[in-house]
């Protein structure tokens, strides 16, 4: 009598992996952070961007003295090359011929300056704000021709024409925050203090 052929085991179903949920700015900066080990990590990109950068006054000052060019990034460069692109806010025009100054807010770096910005690894720069223009026209045009050779983006000024410093981007908060150095030069660093408002004790006349 033959035997009777045994019966294939049947094969799981396999369990579809979830679909994680579309990342969007919302839920990137939002309350409940996204797992990102969800999602294929060849897919991610991570854009590192700074608050201002100011390679001016006694940064400047400090930078040529030690004639290190990387010196203002060396505790944070490790750090800002992690991300796939860094961009940063460059509150400082950098020209060749500006000259050491330790107080007030008309800002310049020296132009050796961008060694520092490569050594980072800065992608983009943005220019639309107060102090770019705070030596001219040729000192903002300077640096977008510097920016330019060492293959940094830019952002922040007119695409008709990007040397025309009157034409930022935000010209409004520009000019409000040109408005508020002009107080602190007269009155003080801290007449002017973001976010808070001050009422004066001393009666109306």
Known sequence: ????????TPKPTPTPTPTPPEL????IFGDSKPDLAQYDQ???RVIIATGDVIPAREVNYQTV???DWAYPWRQTADYLKTGDLLYINLESPLIKACP???GGFKFCGDARAIAGLDYAGVNVANLANNHLTNFGP???NETQILLSKHGIGMSGLSEADGTDFADLLDRRTAEAEQAMDKLRERFGDEAVIKGL???SD????
């Open 1 to 8: 009598m033959a035997a009777r052929a045994a019966s294939p």
């Open 24 to 27: 969007s700015l919302t839920s």
């Open 65 to 67: 003295l030690k004639k």
């Open 42 to 44: 060849s897919q991610l």
């Open 100 to 102: 050491i100054i330790h």
């Open 138 to 140: 040729a000192g903002t």
């Open 197 to 199: 408002a001050f009422d």
């Open 202 to 205: 001393e009666p109306d006349d």
